[in-house]
């Protein structure tokens, strides 16, 4: 079935551009939630066309497709950040409810944008700068010193679009390509940072918003392996300025849905703790998997209650600790002999699958544990995700 | 799509015939665990129908459709009891695994059976009778006093097929539709019970068990209100004797999946405390709803893995005190307007929803709240719930 069948009692359709992990979690909720999610899929494969029953087939650039989508949603809103502008302005303009509205995800969508938006707000940010020539790339490196982080604008993620330069020519096919496309590099001074931490919060059109307690985010090669929420040891006064820059951000923006801000922690030349911004996510993140079990609202729920404007959750956690690791690919592809292990192993570990072919370093799954314990669920945590990739045997 | 999409990884599918609520609330937990549900639905709009992608429509004594659907599916499971044998039969010799089992869940279907079964284990029931006849009736009542309860062994929920009697002439029209099926009816004694409690547990085929805590059932003209997770001031050596007889009886009857044993609290000659068993249901149940928000592991979640035969999962409450109120159908059929206040009132109340049209006392949905405060708990989910029926407005 393609076309959404609508509950009755007034219950909206929601859908979501885009079939991955991050739409099929929003299905549990959903069906608690007595709403109807659509979900534009890639392929009838595609992570969420395996769970729910409308996800018609289309490609979230094919303008004709996402407007036909869209038509029989109430709410539309995204897996990803990679719908076009041009695409994103038709939806508007037919009169659909997009959540986060265009004019919001153009900072999510254009690194660019988002630091020149940012700095303009007062938000911490590493010092930065666009290039479009080898000259502009030595320039910000004798002002900021080398090495430097390179990012292509758009289309980035899981540190895809991010390299650590240290001379200029590095970039010289990178600057030719964006010489092509317009959209110029943007560079960064390498931050030297204690920790990645993570704001998570949702913000309805309505204006409420409603914050999880930060998480410090790990990262392995660029992609996140672990969340611990919240983040140890975390300075209160540092959380609640780094909190009160996400709401303000969201605020300013017009953010409708969850919003991630990724930051490092920082010592100023003081010693004392602050923070910059890194990244921005409009959309739940893989930094808040964590509250699918360790929150009263879990950050998918928070997602389609912010778009649908349905007053918001509460983000209080369960527990004193929950760990999150990422389950990513391995060599071997018949995953469920490990699954069935991990569960015996330890029945309190949370196991989150996402119907998707073992491929080596795609995120296919997560884990989470609560506890008391934070070492204890950590080591609990990261044995289970080592277990199902194959990196650990017993 | 009526033929299951199965994910890659050796994952398997789970087939449930029925579609109604507990179908429905199997599908988050299932997409969750990365198994493909499959749903015999009574309809296309069948509660689970709505959110699950394959869901063919066809009715469970249908022996050709439900042989069918089993065909696709590795394992196969119900939503209700209503399965005649001889369709459930068919099934196992087909090759199927059927969980639970025919010779196990006939104890679930026919209450006859069932006091004959747990009266020869030794667990503590009323007393009770076959009857066919309006003599068997006058003999029964004379033994155990008047009023007395009777039963149509087959078929009957939610205080449906129950009847309390003052005269055995009440009986006749039952009787006299007993005598064409040859089914008899069951009568048992009236028990004085101080409150109704529920023993929830799953098991699985290789005999590992896990047991919620004992709860509360508060009933209203036989439908059951409100669960209150765990039975408050329960004596500790009862709710140990409670546990250990669902166990015995799950182990010995060889069930697998979730097994709800109802129970009556009850004061032996010297004032102690006691019990006997209500009924059995052998599926996921109304008294283990809390447990979809306040377990590790909920209800629909461990039924999934033990027809599986996967690892249970912990059944360890997240907070002190869980209450379940289920949401009746009232007179308005427009939810949602009611719904956005609930939220809005209490964001921390989980509400969930089925997907059903309202019908006056139909359950609709259910909505949890857990916390440290019990009457707290139960004022706010007993109001969210009769907000969301129309029986306050305010």
Redesign the interface.
């Known amino acids: 079935?393609t076309t959404p069948?609508r509950?009755?009692?007034?219950?909206?359709v929601v859908g979501i551009v885009g079939g991955g992990q991050l739409a099929?979690?929003c299905?549990?909720?959903?069906?608690?939630?007595?709403v109807?999610l659509s979900v534009l899929a890639e392929a009838?494969?595609a992570s969420a066309?395996?769970?729910?029953?409308s996800?018609p087939v289309g490609h979230h650039t094919d303008t004709d497709a996402v407007l036909r989508f869209a038509s029989a949603c109430d709410v539309v809103t995204f897996d990803h950040e990679h719908v076009p502008p041009e695409v994103l302005e038709r939806l508007v303009a037919s009169g659909v409810a997009v959540h986060p509205a265009p004019e919001a995800l153009r900072f999510a969508q254009d690194k660019l944008a988002m630091r020149e938006r940012l700095g303009g707000l007062g938000v911490p940010c590493p010092r930065w700068a666009r290039a479009d020539t080898l000259a502009d790339v030595e320039a910000f490196g004798r002002e900021v010193g080398w090495p430097l982080v390179a990012k292509t604008p758009r289309g980035g993620y899981d540190g895809r679009g991010v390299r650590v330069v240290s001379a200029a020519t590095e970039l010289a096919e990178w600057l030719e390509r964006a010489a092509t496309t317009g959209t110029g590099l943007l560079l960064e001074e390498r931050v030297d940072f204690r920790r990645e931490l993570a704001v998570l919060l949702a913000r309805s059109p309505s204006g409420q918003a409603?914050a999880w307690p930060v998480v410090e985010t790990v990262q392995t090669d660029g992609i996140c392996t672990e969340v611990l929420a919240p983040a140890p040891g975390l300075d209160p006064d540092l959380s609640a300025r780094a909190v009160e820059a996400g709401l303000r951000v969201a605020g300013e923006l017009g953010v409708t849905g969850v919003l991630a801000v990724e930051l490092f922690e920082v010592e100023d030349a003081g010693g004392a703790p602050g923070f910059v911004v890194n990244e921005l996510a409009m959309r739940p993140h893989n930094s808040g998997h964590w509250s699918?079990?360790g929150a009263?609202?879990g950050q998918f729920e928070q997602h389609l209650?912010a778009v649908l404007d349905?007053?918001?959750?509460?983000p209080?956690p369960?527990?004193p600790w929950t760990v999150m690791a990422n389950v990513l690919g391995g060599d071997y592809?018949?995953?469920?002999?490990a699954?069935?292990h991990v569960?015996?192993r330890d029945?309190?570990v949370?196991?989150?699958?996402?119907?998707?072919?073992?491929r080596p370093g795609r995120k296919i799954?997560h884990v989470n544990v609560?506890g008391g314990d934070l070492a204890d669920l950590r080591e609990r945590a990261v044995h289970a995700a080592d277990y199902l990739t194959g990196v650990v045997t017993q």
């Open positions: 079935m069948r509950a009755p009692g007034g219950f909206p099929r979690m299905a549990g909720p959903a069906a608690e939630l007595g109807t009838p494969d066309a395996l769970v729910v029953p996800a409603a699918m079990d009263v609202t209650r349905l007053p918001l959750g509460s209080r369960h527990a592809p018949q995953l469920y002999p699954y069935r569960m015996a029945p309190e949370k196991v989150h699958l996402y119907g998707k072919d073992v799954g609560s």
